[in-house]
């Protein structure tokens, strides 16, 4: 029986990285590895898909634009609608891998398989883990059964809903966490499934990449003591559609901050209040702070970066703040 095809399509990042000696496993270059050579270094690969590589980007995460976000969409996007595509395994450096999966879990109307996987260390230090990160994401894309669960990342092991998953430390293999749980795991080749996600994705959003030709301005303004209203009246200034409010504890806004995003609202920036906490948020409207009296936003369990990629899809929908609202709760 012919093997399902997989197509890879290769960002950059740690998983492509190449340091000057096995023993740098947090000091080397990122995006260096093209993806021919990504593939020629899993031979496993072939016992479980016919994998072919595309070079989408050669580029570390944290350098993602807007514009990388769009064009690898509308990429994934085409090549889920061929019959030669069983599943997409997309490369891409950790420190965004949250963003983008997100982005694609919200944009891409497809019920194939499409996994984002990454690395910790790069391809050339000993016990490198991009290699079997790569194998177990390439098995779960060829999988039958992952399919219509939305846009998964598989790191360390674990799968996880794009949705969810966050990078929350930066020098362990063991990186990538779900405030909710992961949704299974990959051991020796076959993946174990536990729960499915249960917000609205892919095949039933509301969204779609071939629709959005260019993402509004969001920006994130970071809670802390002694605040300010610099960074809100800066962004809004230079053009932000929405501010983010990476706020303290339940996504509380500073007593001196309140005049500024008031006002910004009433000329119509949206507010939106999302928590810096590190375990995951859960911001409640109308707890803290009058939203429905300041017609603001909360994002709920969205951090703040996840928060910006549905403001700015919201947003290039044409969402109005109670659109926005629903939205957070829905997706
Ligand atoms: N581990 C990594 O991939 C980090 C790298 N800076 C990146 O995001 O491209």
Not at 15 to 41: E, R
Not at 121 to 126: E, G, Q, V
Not at 176 to 186: D, Q, T
Request: hydrophobic fraction near 45%; glycine fraction near 8%.
């Amino acid at each position: 029986q012919a093997k399902p095809q997989v197509v890879l399509l290769a960002t950059g990042g740690t998983i492509a990285g190449a340091g000057a000696t096995a023993a740098n496993s947090a000091t080397y270059q990122a995006a260096k590895v093209p993806v021919d050579k990504l593939i020629a270094g899993v031979p496993e690969l072939a016992q479980v898909a016919q994998v072919r590589g595309e070079q989408v980007f050669q580029i570390a995460s944290e350098s993602f634009t807007n514009e990388h976000l769009l064009t690898l969409g509308k990429r994934v996007a085409a090549l889920v609608k061929q019959p030669d595509v069983d599943g997409i395994v997309i490369t891409h450096g950790t420190d965004t891998l949250e963003e983008t999966a997100y982005f694609l879990n919200l944009t891409v109307h497809t019920d194939k398989p499409v996994v984002v996987v990454g690395s910790m260390r790069p391809s050339t230090a000993l016990s490198a883990d991009g290699v079997l990160n790569l194998l177990n994401a390439v098995t779960v894309a060829a999988a039958r059964d992952s399919r219509a669960k939305g846009v998964l990342v598989v790191m360390n092991d674990e799968i996880h809903t794009g949705r969810d998953v966050s990078k929350s430390i930066n020098i362990r293999t063991e990186a990538f966490k779900s405030p909710w749980g992961a949704l299974g795991m990959v051991v020796e080749g076959k993946g174990y499934w536990f729960r499915a996600p249960a917000k609205r994705h892919t095949m039933n959003s509301e969204f779609d990449i071939e629709k959005i030709s260019a993402l509004p301005q969001v920006d994130i303004a970071y809670g802390y003591g002694n605040l300010n209203d610099i960074a809100y009246r800066a962004f809004a200034a230079k053009g932000a559609k929405a501010l983010i409010h990476a706020g303290t504890g339940n996504g509380s806004v500073a007593a001196p901050v309140v005049p500024a995003l008031r006002e910004l609202r009433s000329q119509g920036v949206q507010i939106i209040r999302s928590a810096r906490v590190v375990g995951g948020g859960f911001v409640l409207r109308n707890a803290e702070q009058p939203d429905d009296q300041y017609d603001w936003v909360v994002a709920h369990d969205l951090n703040p970066q996840k928060a910006r990629i549905l403001a700015m899809v919201a947003l290039a929908h044409g969402a109005d703040s109670k659109a926005l609202q629903r939205m957070f709760l829905e997706y």
